[in-house]
């Protein structure tokens, strides 16, 4: 069985910094996509930043200059950093990953979900 296991979430000041981790472990045969999406209270699940298995990145608007995507293929881990953080970046931040996993002897791609690590932003 597949899990995504998120950390480096917490309650940090305006203009801080926080470095949000997301490891992948069980039976893998290869990670395609991962991204980072977040969730902030009353609102949709948006995602932020995407990052293929070749390393090509891209990030919403709203993050662009401010987050950084990035993976370590052979720790099945991909990062976040965020930087020069707002009180609007308050959220449930959750990784996000298409896994290809064996299933009865055949390759199968699914989409996995981290439980969210929370982060706030105080002004």
């Known amino acids: 069985q597949v899990q995504l296991v998120e950390s480096g979430g917490g309650l940090v000041q305006s203009g801080g910094s926080l470095r949000l981790s997301c490891a992948a472990s069980?039976?893998?045969?290869?990670?395609?996509?991962m991204g980072w999406y977040r969730q902030a209270p009353g609102k949709q699940r948006d995602l932020v930043a995407l990052?293929?298995?070749?390393?090509?990145?891209s990030y919403s608007d709203s993050v662009k200059g401010r987050f950084t995507i990035s993976r370590d293929n052979a720790k099945n881990t991909v990062y976040l950093q965020i930087d020069s953080l707002k009180p609007e970046d308050t959220a449930v931040y959750y990784c996000n990953a298409e896994v290809t996993v064996t299933w009865i002897g055949r390759p199968l791609t699914l989409a996995k979900w981290g439980q969210g690590t929370e982060v706030t932003v105080s002004s």
């Open positions: 990052i293929t298995s070749g390393g090509s990145t």
């Open positions: 069980g039976s893998i045969l290869s990670i395609n996509d």
